[in-house]
């Protein structure tokens, strides 16, 4: 702002953009789609942790009938990138709110430990429970389903680089990173998985291909029966 001298005094942003996993975000444009739902009174973005455990958190004020934790997902999946969907969702009755009555995000619970909120839905493919078997390793869970998102089940970008490492050894394939954000559950990196295989397979000789396709249903197998 402008001093009384003329001097121009910074105050620093107005606004509260947030950094994750190496991506800028803008909390306002989450809040935007969460308060748009029926059910939504409020909705506040913040980050919750730090390094690598930094994780974006959505506090919602419900209205008469709130919806779930899914369908908040799905919502913002279908405006927002990956990136921009928050790992954890708290229900409060009203956001604390700090003496000038804005809200005083200092005050705002630390969320429990996020948990797939959908029932298990078993991976269903080859390629699914190829890739279900490499986050369970990564991640040290017991299972993972075909549904389940990599972050929400506590993946950071450090392990995202290994998975699509291990993926692009396992299936011979040139998969960019940024497709793994694009969709992080195990079925969406199924597709794309098999659309770049689709496209590899199309551009090889009749015979190859077969050959290709034999070797790799035993890959499959094999990344599946890996520890």
Do not use: C
């Not at 950094?19 to 789609?33: C, D, L, S």
């Not at 619970?109 to 080859?126: D, F, I, K, M, N």
């Not at 389903?145 to 396992?170: I, M, P």
């Amino acid at each position: 702002m402008f001093r009384e001298d003329g001097a121009l005094e910074f105050l620093g942003r107005t606004d509260h953009q947030l950094k994750v996993r190496g991506y800028r975000i803008e909390p306002g444009e989450i809040e935007t789609v969460l308060e748009r739902m029926p059910g939504v009174k409020r909705a506040i973005a913040v980050t919750r942790g730090e390094g690598a455990a930094r994780r974006l958190v959505a506090y919602v004020v419900p209205d008469v009938e709130p919806p779930d934790e899914m369908a908040m997902r799905a919502t913002l999946r279908r405006s927002l990138p990956e990136y921009m969907v928050p790992a954890a969702f708290v229900r409060l009755d009203e956001l604390p709110l700090g003496s000038h009555g804005k809200v005083d995000r200092a005050a705002l619970p630390e969320p429990g430990a996020a948990a797939p909120s959908s029932a298990h839905v078993p991976p269903r493919t080859p390629t699914e429970e190829a890739i279900a078997a490499i986050w369970t390793h990564l991640l040290h869970r017991e299972r993972v389903g075909a549904e389940d998102n990599f972050f929400d089940l506590g993946g950071d970008s450090l392990l995202a680089t290994q998975v699509v490492s291990r993926v692009r050894s396992a299936f011979e394939i040139d998969l960019p990173l940024r497709r793994f954000f694009e969709g992080s559950t195990v079925a969406a990196l199924a597709g794309a998985v098999e659309e770049l295989l689709v496209e590899k397979l199309e551009s090889m000789p009749e015979d190859d291909a077969r050959r290709r396709l034999a070797r790799d249903a035993g890959i499959l197998q094999r990344v599946s029966d890996e520890p």
